[in-house]
């Protein structure tokens, strides 16, 4: 059975980092692309950021652009967020996703699993 359990979420101050982790079990994802998606408080699921298979390409959102680094590793099957100078505005649950292509994508119908998602909370 295919999995994906992301980790990491919890409460921090503005201005302040954390890095989600998305660790894949039931099959390798290194051949896949894969993306941090993010719904906040009463809104609806939006793009963080997404990587190719290799690692070698990335894209953000633009609100997250210079503040968060997308990163992976295949030999532990792991997806990273990290998230740097957070803001109140990042507050949100946030989910990892891989799709069965190798490169990434901004659009959630284009992801095939999905993990259960990690709470954000950034405080004022």
């Known amino acids: 059975q295919v999995r994906l359990a992301e980790s990491g979420g919890g409460l921090v101050q503005a201005g302040g980092s954390l890095r989600l982790s998305c660790a894949a079990s039931g099959r390798t994802f290194s051949n896949s692309g894969l993306g941090w998606f993010r719904q906040p408080p009463g809104k609806g699921r939006e793009f963080v950021a997404t990587i190719t298979y290799s690692g070698g390409g990335t894209s953000y959102a633009d609100s997250v652009k210079g503040r968060f680094i997308i990163s992976r590793d295949n030999a532990k099957n792991t997806l990273y967020l990290q998230m740097n100078s957070l803001k109140p505005e990042d507050t949100a649950t946030y989910y990892c996703?891989?799709?069965?292509?190798?490169?990434?994508?901004?659009?959630?119908?284009?992801?095939?699993?999905w993990g259960q998602g990690t709470q954000v909370t950034v405080s004022s």
């Open positions: 996703a891989a799709r069965n292509q190798w490169s990434g994508s901004s659009d959630m119908g284009a992801y095939d699993y």
